[in-house]
């Protein structure tokens, strides 16, 4: 075992302690990460223009999501690639999600963009972020919600040490993401570690979400290994969705299209009630399926 793992702490999870509960604060009220409830996060990689993210988060809310994502700050490999619309985009994402009825997920690369930022339910570090020390201490004195990605080589122990930063600087609104790691193989874009979020899940009270977008890179297996996700004790997912993939601006080839992420809520609501638990729905939803 790496000699630092004994370092995690407030992380780990006592016997008989219940797990942590996250709200998120949304036009509707909070939505209770690490509950009962399994939130489902859905969105555009990036948000590209105002038609873009209204289209996106209309299908999210029709789909019965909680969760606007789409990205502003955007960690791209190439420097040539698109870098996202910075404050204009967290904008545009906020009055979107407003106007469907949904809370927001967005990235925050550096602490100096945290001013544009406000608004934000959930504030997102990138898996390339994952041991940006010094930001995960900026963001431990906000005592913001925080999701806290995975990095794409971070053993467990490291992921959890990264957590620890959060909640040793005084902030236990965590919500840690498995968005799969990179292994030997090559068919699919990253390799999903669903054995670490069962472990996880058992050492940590923290909620643990999985994203199995960037864990596969294709998006017939978004459906799949959701449902694996949600059997396997996952508190929610974050999803790749655009209106129109062949034209996104960013990660295209794994976006879900609209249709298909319906499906996606539609064949999780019976797979999580046999785990025993609930896909998050607006209560008007919630109504017509208790009727
Ligand atoms: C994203 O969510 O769009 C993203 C950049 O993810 P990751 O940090 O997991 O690569
Ligand atoms: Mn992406």
Known sequence: MNPAASDARLVLRRPGAPGTVVPLAGPRGAIALGGRDFVVMAGPCAVEDPAQIEESARAVAEAGCAVLRGGAFKPRTSPYAFQGLGADGVRLLLEAARRNGLAAVTEVMDAAQLPALEGVALLQVGARNMQNFTLLQALARLRRPVLLKRGPAATVDEWLLAAEYLLAGGNDQVVLCERGIRTFETATRNTLDLSSVALVKQRTHLPVIVDPSHASGRPELVVPLSLAAAAAGADGLLVEVHPRPEEALCDGHQALRPRELRELTDRLAPLLDAVG???????????????
């Open 277 to 291: 638990r609930t896909l998050w729905r607006p209560e008007p939803a919630r109504r017509r399926a208790a009727r």
